[in-house]
DNA sequence: TCTGGGGTCCTAGGACCC
DNA sequence: TCTGGGGTCCTAGGACCC
């Protein structure tokens, strides 16, 4: 049985190409906020790649680079990616190839299949490979493996090396070797931090973490360290969180233009609170904790930086969002100071557990019953219309 | 002038209980 | 009041992921 990882190439910019067929062949760059002026690019494709642009950087910084190549900028649009994501997934699912099918994130996946043979395992994924293209106009990387992580070592390879078409098999005989070429770094599971940790103590590839002795690994990076070294040795440790019911869900912000008012605030914060209720009522949950949080602009150090949050627990458990937006805005209350410019803000929910009260609550009072309704109206009118195009007034 | 928006898990330390 | 172990729960913060 091997581990298969796909994931998809320059995700976002690949989705605007794929429903903008005109883009094919140019360069193109994905920004979160390109109406306002400001923004950062989130993906960019690999004509974009050539020209020097990379992930992260503000659009300001390189505007007349963009302009002077005739750069295609599109805004980033995370429903559809995310749409796109399910229809990837829907496909996948329905071929039948892939077992154990799962979404890791909006633009990767994993599976497993029952195979070992190299052959058999190219020709299979191959046939995924097609499928996404076929369907989805998405190109992909496959890379598999003995574990989550090693899959991902050989994806990692797959879309460095033209010669692999996509799909790079990493059969354990192959394994040191293919290690030996992945700096620390790029290793699932090392940040930025745990890399530092491990090149001062000499580990350079990610074969040199494979071979350290565990003890060595415990004491430098913890538990979650111990699974990405036995997942390095083609031992699987890895369990990937279900989806199926988020633990957190938030909703925040970076002002295009900076607030200072409290009623402007108030707004956004209302609104995030909102957003957050129907996504709670969407997968079915309560939640009994709120968190809000401000902050200024941190890149500004001509003006006076303040940045903090609040957290408080609701009485009983809820998703109504009127509960929701007054714990968030007597948060608010308590965290604003005048005299700032806000760059930021957004709302939290935690303590989040199944509503079960469909079947419980058959005695509530009628206006609850009333209420409920009216949300779930304005939950399918948003889904339908895009967020916000109704939202509740603060009472 | 202009710098994203989501999530997860782990650990340490304090409060509280027996 | 002092001494002390052991357990649980909660929170804050840090690390990671895309």
Same mark, same amino acid.
């Given at each position: 049985m091997y581990y298969i990882h796909i994931d998809c190439n320059s995700y976002f910019a690949s989705c605007e190409i794929a429903s903008r067929p005109?883009?094919?062949g140019k360069a193109v760059v994905v920004a979160n906020d390109n109406e306002n002026g400001g923004g950062v690019i989130l993906a960019l494709n690999a004509e974009a790649k050539a020209l020097g642009l990379t992930r992260g950087i503000p659009l300001f910084k390189v505007r007349k680079k963009l302009e002077a190549e005739h750069v295609e900028i599109c805004t980033a649009d995370h429903r559809k990616y995310r749409r796109i994501s399910k229809e990837i997934m829907d496909g996948v699912v329905e071929q039948g190839? !892939?077992?154990d099918f799962v979404q890791y994130s909006v633009d990767e996946f994993f599976g497993t299949l029952p195979l070992d043979d190299p052959d058999e395992l190219r020709f299979y994924a191959a046939k995924v490979r097609d499928l996404i293209w076929e369907n989805n106009h998405i190109a992909v990387g496959c890379g598999l493996s003995q574990s989550y992580t090693l899959a991902k070592v050989a994806t990692h390879f797959a879309k460095r090396h033209k010669g692999y078409d996509g799909i790079c098999i990493l059969p354990p005989e192959k394994r040191e070797k293919a290690l030996a070429l992945?700096? !620390? =770094?790029?290793?699932? =599971? !090392? =940040?930025r931090q745990n890399r530092k940790h491990l090149e001062s103590a000499g580990m350079r590839t990610a074969l040199d973490l494979a071979k350290a002795p565990e003890a060595q690994i415990v004491k430098l990076l913890n538990t979650a360290g111990v699974h990405t070294w036995l997942e390095l040795n083609g031992k699987p440790a890895v369990t990937l969180a279900s989806h199926?019911?988020?633990?957190s869900i938030m909703q925040s912000h970076t002002f295009a233009v900076m607030i200072n008012e409290k009623e402007g605030l108030e707004e956004a914060v209302a609104g995030f609170a909102s957003r957050c209720a129907a996504a709670l009522r969407h997968q079915e949950s309560l939640c009994s904790v709120v968190t809000v949080f401000v902050a200024t602009n941190?890149?500004?150090?001509?003006l006076a930086q303040y940045r903090n949050k609040a957290t408080c627990k609701l009485e009983k458990p809820s998703s109504d969002t009127s509960v929701i937006i007054k714990a968030a805005t007597a948060l608010l209350d308590t965290l604003y100071r005048q005299g700032y410019m806000y760059k930021q803000a957004g709302v939290v929910l935690s303590g989040i557990e199944p509503?079960? =009260?469909?079947?419980?609550?058959?005695?509530? !009072?009628e206006n609850d019953e009333r209420r409920q309704r009216l949300m779930s109206v304005a939950d399918s009118i948003n889904h339908k219309f895009g967020p916000d195009s109704i939202t509740f007034g603060k009472h």
């Open positions: 005109e883009l094919e190839i !892939v077992q992945l700096a !620390v =770094g790029e290793v699932w =599971g !090392v =940040g199926e019911r988020q633990k941190r890149y500004r150090d001509d509503d079960e =009260g469909h079947q419980l609550d058959l005695f509530s !009072v």
